[in-house]
């Protein structure tokens, strides 16, 4: 069985199906284990596809961002808001600036 479905597995019916009074939210708050994509864009401006062939392993792609600009950040595709870049200890993180 997939792990998509196995997820599904315990959980109580009622939680799956919309209901009549409830809105949106309301659905998803019944739901925090639903699986979703966070992705952060980072604008690249005048990248052509020869700049694509010529990439190998050390290029570096220079941004449309400044480094104290907000970044968007997306949910399943969809905009949720801003961020900007920090360092937490040895990773690379981002800090939510603004929600859509």
Do not use: Y
């Not at 020869?50 to 941004?63: A, F, H, P, Y």
């Amino acid at each position: 069985m997939s792990p998509s479905l196995q997820s599904l597995e315990g959980k109580p019916n009622e939680l799956l199906l919309p209901d009549e009074g409830s809105s949106e939210t309301d659905r998803l708050d019944r739901m925090p284990w639903l699986p979703c994509t966070l992705s952060v864009d980072l604008p690249i401006v005048r990248f052509t596809i020869g700049d694509l062939m010529r990439l190998k392993q050390g290029s570096i792609v220079e941004t449309a961002c400044h480094q104290t600009s907000d970044v968007p950040v997306r949910v399943n595709n969809l905009l949720i808001g801003w961020t900007e870049f920090e360092v937490v200890g040895d990773r690379l993180a981002v800090r939510v600036t603004d929600l859509a």
